[in-house]
T-cell receptor
């Protein structure tokens, strides 16, 4: 595809359930990021993958959140035992290579609603 | 990462230049200044970036002060479609990590 693809676009789940959010980055992009945006707020960094390096997990808000990236391509963000405060838009981005001068391309996000 | 400070909101008349300021007084020599914008309900969009020199592309111009402690994004002829939240970010050399602040909400009016 031409851009970063995220699925599902919308997800409604019951409190306490686990959810998985998927991100398909642009082909060949080595860096992949996850952000969270609560209603009316800015983007909160969650996690960042770069090639085969260990991911930067410094933004994950709790141990209920985890992410993996298989084969250096598709990434899945998993939220266990969802809480109402997890309701937000989860955005994924990718960029072509490490270093300066590289822009990140964002997907349209997954809107998660925990009821 | 250096922190940035932006005004929470600005208005601009359609057709006029929009000048969006950003303070990054703790920026280091190897940190780049990036600008992104987010139009309602969409993912952020890259606009421009620079290190020391002023930069221009088809979307905007970026003016960085000589001491690099502040910068200004210029949209030369704002249109209604430029209404968005504009984020100024500093990014450490040789990393891809982008930390977004709260941004400036630009409202372009007819």
């Amino acid at each position: 595809g031409a851009g970063v693809s995220q699925s599902p676009s919308n997800k409604v789940t019951e409190k306490g359930k686990d959810v998985e959010l998927r991100c398909d980055p642009i082909s060949g992009h080595t860096a992949l990021y996850w952000y969270r945006q609560s209603l009316g707020q800015g983007l909160e960094f969650l996690i960042y993958f770069q090639g085969n390096s260990a991911p930067d997990k410094s933004g994950l808000p709790s141990d209920r959140f985890s992410a993996e990236r298989t084969g250096g391509s598709v990434s899945t963000l998993t939220i266990q035992r969802t809480q109402q405060e997890d309701s937000a838009v989860y955005l994924c981005a990718s960029s072509p290579h490490r270093g300066t001068g590289t822009e990140a391309f964002f997907g349209q996000g997954t809107r998660l609603t925990v009821v | 990462d250096a922190k940035t400070t932006q005004p929470p909101s600005m208005d601009c008349a359609e057709g006029r230049a929009a000048n969006l300021p950003c303070n990054h007084s703790t920026i280091s020599g190897n940190e780049y200044v990036y600008w992104y914008r987010q139009i309602h309900s969409q993912g952020p969009q890259y606009i421009i970036h620079g290190l020391k020199n002023n930069e221009t592309n088809e979307m905007a111009s970026l003016i960085i002060t000589e001491d690099r402690k502040s910068s200004t994004l210029i949209l030369p002829h704002a249109t209604l479609r430029d209404t968005a939240v504009y984020y100024c970010i500093v990014r450490v050399y040789n990393t891809d990590k982008l930390i977004f602040g709260t941004g400036t909400r630009l409202q372009v009016f007819p």
